[in-house]
T-cell receptor, first 109, second 114 residues
Framework: KNEVEQSPQNLTAQEGEFITINCSYS?????LHWLQQHPGGGIVSLFM???GKKKHGRLIATINIQEKHSSLHITASHPRDSAVYIC???????????FGQGTRLTINP | GAGVSQSPRYKVAKRGQDVALRCDPI?????LFWYQQALGQGPEFLTY????????KSGLPSDRFFAERPEGSVSTLKIQRTQQEDSAVYLC????????????FGQGTRLTVV
């Protein structure tokens, strides 16, 4: 079993729908990252959080430390949101990130 | 440039050939990471530098993989005697400090071994 599990692996939705991507992890962490990867490989950091909730534009990330679970929400989804969304965690005292396998999101117009 | 720069963007190597992948981190960034991403998978850790010191190389898959950052800025990942299973995207990331700081990723180098 991977240390970081994401669901779903693939998600297709219509423009305007509310999107939720889930991330569960099995180890203690100091921080959790949500990242976006577009075709061509470039990765952009969306959020880094260790507790509670963060919001940036139409994106919201939440984390429940006790449940070892985080969610990424996208409101009013748009075709330009189509990308792979990756959850990654850093353990206490560790430097490296451990990544989930990613969720491929496709938003159709 | 302002971001993390990797070169080349694409590399095709014949099996058995040596390759060198370059990463230019953001100026002043102390931490530098190399990750390997197989097709359809999340990235996996290869190695970590803090300035010029390679503090963790536990993710390097074999002794054919070697990384250096001699002056604490530019880093090179070298793969000797490439094999087909080395085909992947190699990602470099840097951050200003260590611990829980934002990581900035390069565009990656897509290596195809034929």
């Amino acid at each position: 079993k991977n240390e970081v599990e994401q669901s779903p692996q693939n998600l297709t939705a219509q423009e305007g729908e509310f999107i939720t991507i889930n991330c569960s992890y099995s180890v203690g962490i100091s921080a959790l990252h949500w990242l976006q990867q577009h075709p061509g490989g470039g990765i952009v950091s969306l959020f880094m959080l260790s507790s509670g909730k963060k919001k940036h534009g139409r994106l919201i990330a939440t984390i429940n430390i006790q449940e070892k679970h985080s969610s990424l929400h996208i409101t009013a989804s748009h075709p330009r949101d189509s990308a792979v969304y990756i959850c990654a965690v850093r353990g206490p005292g560790a430097q490296k990130l451990v990544f989930g396998q990613g969720t491929r999101l496709t938003i159709n117009p | 440039g302002a971001g993390v720069s990797q070169s080349p963007r694409y590399k095709v190597a014949k099996r058995g050939q040596d390759v060198a992948l370059r990463c230019d981190p953001i100026s002043g960034h102390v931490s530098l990471f190399w990750y390997q991403q197989a097709l359809g998978q999340g990235p996996e850790f290869l190695t970590y530098f803090q300035n010029e010191a390679q503090l963790d190389k536990s993710g390097l898959p074999s002794d054919r993989f070697f990384a250096e950052r001699p002056e604490g800025s530019v880093s090179t990942l070298k793969i000797q005697r490439t094999q087909q299973e080395d085909s992947a995207v190699y990602l470099c990331a840097s951050s200003f400090s260590w611990g829980d700081t934002e990581a900035f990723f390069g565009q990656g180098t897509r290596l195809t071994v034929v």
